[in-house]
């Protein structure tokens, strides 16, 4: 089995991560690759339903809970983790899509938007794409327009096919 290759989307906030990111798992879907997403959340945030039994259990002191039916489970389990912990998770993804995830060397496409931000935040050595609506260029890195999910996703495609594990997003027979 080929690991899965992980793709990073960043931007400073509201610069449009979670719209491309949706844009790309639709785009990335549709030709039969598995795509999991990992998002990174810089604050807490409440993982479950006040009122549910799996909050109520974690309320009284679990430091863990594990909710589940036939089709899907939600696992929430206190502690620090990393990205790398949560890649674990989707090993039979062909594709990880991270949104955030800056700092990492992980290959990433990066937003800037007019009126949000002026200039990448990320380290070009690990930039593959910059999508955005102003004059800007970073040197050896595509620029692409904020509506080019396609030029996004062929960057990615180019990315995976360059990694160890680009193997993994050559879809199986019958696209799925």
Do not use: Q, W
């Not at 990880?96 to 990320?122: C, F, H, M, W």
């Not at 890195?141 to 193997?167: N, Q």
Request: with cysteine; aromatic share 6%.
């Amino acid at each position: 089995m080929t690991r899965p290759f992980v793709f990073a989307v960043t931007g400073v906030k509201n610069s449009g991560k979670t719209t491309l990111m949706e844009k790309l798992i639709r785009a990335l879907s549709a030709r039969g690759l598995r795509v999991a997403s990992i998002k990174h959340d810089a604050h807490a945030f409440e993982p479950d339903v006040p009122g549910r039994d799996s909050h109520r259990h974690r309320a009284a002191g679990a430091y863990g809970s594990a909710v589940f039916d036939a089709d899907k489970f939600m696992v929430i389990k206190n502690g620090p983790r990393t990205i790398e912990d949560m890649l674990g998770f989707f090993e039979d993804a062909d594709i990880i899509l991270l949104e955030g995830a800056r700092e990492t060397d992980y290959p990433k496409a990066e937003i800037v938007r007019g009126g949000n931000s002026s200039r990448p935040i990320s380290n070009p050595a690990s930039m593959v794409a910059l999508v955005t609506d102003l004059e800007l260029c970073v040197e050896g890195v595509p620029t692409l327009g904020l509506d080019d999910v396609e030029g996004v996703v062929v960057r990615i495609l180019e990315a995976a096919a360059r990694d160890a594990g680009g193997s993994a997003l050559r879809p199986p027979p019958g696209g799925g």
